[in-house]
């Protein structure tokens, strides 16, 4: 059984290429909420600790409530970054990120809202078809409190016709 893909643009014209992307520049992402049954969902498939999973014994626990796993508030930072990003790049996929820190509990009911700055760009020295950019994500709530910070690397294809032997200076 196919999965169904989320309400969003998931089909659009690629209009943003490596040459694009310039160090500081930010990207707003949308808004995510967070619901107690995405929360149940997600952790019951892939993170069934007892503060993701049950709403009673989380009031136990040092969260003293219901929170998300820190792998499902990446997956949101994720939707969001390729609804604004990503779909409408020539993004090639991503070869890791550097660092991930969840920095507040994201709880039912919170509504996230992300971005992502461009750190660097590097052009490929031995695929001058593309290059990689470097950047910083978050992710914060409806209080405005940091609840993500991440630093990952993604590859993009450069636009047709701009690979020259003098483009090829970096990695």
Not at 57 to 85: D, H, K, N, P
């Amino acid at each position: 059984m196919p999965l169904e893909a989320a309400p969003g643009p998931l089909e659009r014209p690629i209009d943003l290429y490596f040459e694009d992307f310039r160090p500081g520049q930010r990207f707003r992402l949308g808004s995510w909420l967070v619901t107690e049954d995405e929360i149940l969902e997600f952790a019951l498939k892939y993170d069934p600790q007892p503060f993701h999973r049950d709403p009673e014994l989380a009031r136990t626990t040092a969260f003293q409530g219901l929170i998300a796993s820190g792998w499902q508030t990446a997956g949101v930072w994720m939707r969001l970054y390729c609804e604004e990003v990503l779909l409408r790049s020539s993004s090639l996929g991503s070869p890791g990120i550097q660092e991930v820190r969840w920095l507040a509990p994201v709880r039912p009911g919170d509504r996230l809202t992300g971005e992502v700055e461009v750190v660097e760009v590097r052009p490929s020295a031995r695929h001058r078809e593309r290059g990689t950019v470097v950047m910083r994500g978050q992710l914060w709530d409806q209080m405005e409190e940091r609840k993500m910070r991440m630093a990952a690397f993604g590859l993009f294809g450069r636009r047709p016709g701009s690979t020259t032997a003098e483009d090829a200076g970096g990695t």
